[in-house]
């Protein structure tokens, strides 16, 4: 093989979902730098926005799951939240070994204040692109997660 050849037929999809994800960003992290937030942390104040009702908060290990942090990273994220004034943590009513978070007033008013900035770059992305287009995009991308869930049960499972 020389250098041009290469056995695959496919683009880099793993590659170019972090390169939209990047693009992406780039219009939503200088907001989140204006609140002193860090992508992670934004990710983690979204989940407790996104379960704001959630009677006793979130359990942590929900948190990590859908803010896609592991546990080590995501309990010195939560240390700096709290030291900040914007989550709070404390043991699980039903099982004392489990941990719940909830954003604080603090928390859920930067949440409100972002969710503007985020929404309107939405808006532009849907103008941009067109409503249908946008509904696509979501579309193909819950169907690729789905694809992909058994294998990552087969992973876990192992």
Known sequence: MNGTDTPFVHRNLPR?????REAVMLHTRPSLRE???????WRVLRVLGEH????????????????????PSLTGVLTRMERDGL????????????????ATAAGLKLVKALSGTIEAHYAWMEQRLGKARLAQLYT?????????QPLNAEVLEA
């Open 16 to 20: 170019l979902l972090l390169e939209a």
């Open 35 to 41: 609140h002193g937030l860090s992508d992670q942390q």
């Open 52 to 71: 704001a009702q959630a009677p006793g908060g979130v359990e942590t290990g929900r948190v990590a799951r859908e803010a896609f942090l592991l546990g």
């Open 87 to 102: 989550i709070e943590r404390s043991r699980c009513p039903q099982d004392a070994r489990r941990t719940v978070v909830r």
């Open 140 to 148: 193909l991308l819950d169907e690729v997660i789905a694809l992909e």
